[in-house]
């Protein structure tokens, strides 16, 4: 996966915004203000690109467990969140599948006005 493609698809979900809260390298993607993805742009330029994102933490225990690329999250709770190295062994079909279950976690997470204010946006 390349940046385009990551930044495209998530910006493409339903309520999504990009920020860049802790400094100018992290790019922030957030649903109803609270974030599901995060990445550093220089680490794409170094083409050591790696991304965090939410995940279940029975399902993150076993990400890892499987796969090299997947780690306990950088700068974030271990429980929640994971490091995923886009080092191009991983097929750009499974970080999406990844990408989506972070997004609809958080987005689970917010209240229902929330959600339904999201739900209705047009995309």
């Excluded at 271990?78 to 958080?106: C, G, M, Q, R």
């Amino acid at each position: 996966m390349n940046l385009e493609t990551y930044y495209e698809y998530c910006l493409s979900k339903k309520g999504v915004s990009e920020h860049f809260p802790f400094d100018e390298d992290t790019l922030v993607f957030k649903v109803g203000g609270k974030m599901f993805a995060l990445s550093s742009l220089s680490q794409w330029e170094k083409d050591e690109a790696s991304v965090n994102l939410k995940c279940d933490p029975e399902r993150a225990q076993e990400l890892r467990a499987e796969y090299d690329e997947i780690k306990p999250g950088y700068h974030m709770s271990k429980v929640h969140w994971n490091t995923i190295a886009l080092n191009k062994s991983l097929p750009e079909s499974f970080v999406k599948e990844l990408i989506d279950h972070s997004y609809e976690l958080v987005f689970k997470s917010l209240t229902k006005k929330i959600q339904n204010e999201i739900i209705e946006l047009e995309n």
